[in-house]
């Protein structure tokens, strides 16, 4: 194997599939409320959801999972599902849009690459909905690479990306 292999630069992450003990809860989170687009169905027990009809960024299902606790939050798995989106506008509207809701955050950060809000989904799995600032605009440290931190973001700021 040549260790000097490094992935394409060009290389996404194409979609995240999780495991949720009720679907039609899961649907009304991440459809009704965050937007996605319902593509498809499979039966009772598995959804995909995308934005702008792609075939899925996320799969929803309940094949191992129904009526399930959350996992432990003090063990392996996803730490969270990171959305990412285009604008600093668009990540305004949806964080106005949860504060209408009265839907709870669990944090809001500023990255210095990005800015970020934090929440869980019904079943307790950590969602980030962020935004990446340009990449010129990506603080340095002293040797060339990026210097990212976590800072409180300003939510007031955000917001008035929508006046």
Request: charged share 20%.
């Amino acid at each position: 194997m040549d260790s000097a292999y490094t992935i394409p630069a060009q290389t996404r992450i194409g979609h995240v599939h999780l495991k949720v003990s009720d679907l039609d809860r899961a649907l009304d989170f991440y459809c009704n409320l965050l937007g996605f687009e319902l593509i498809t169905t499979y039966g009772t027990q598995a959804a995909f959801i995308s934005a702008g009809g792609y075939h899925h960024h996320i799969g929803l299902n309940t094949w191992y999972s129904a009526g399930a606790p959350p996992a432990p939050a003090r063990g392996v798995g996803l730490f969270h599902t990171a959305i990412l989106y285009p604008t600093r506008k668009d990540l305004a509207a949806i964080c106005y849009r949860l504060t209408e809701a009265r839907y709870p955050f669990t944090g809001a950060s500023d990255h210095g690459v990005s800015e970020a809000l934090y929440l869980n989904d019904p079943d307790n799995n950590g969602v980030e909905l962020y935004w990446d600032r340009p990449r010129e605009q990506w603080p340095l440290k002293p040797d060339g690479t990026i210097e990212m931190y976590t800072r409180p973001l300003d939510v007031q700021s955000l917001l008035r990306e929508l006046a």
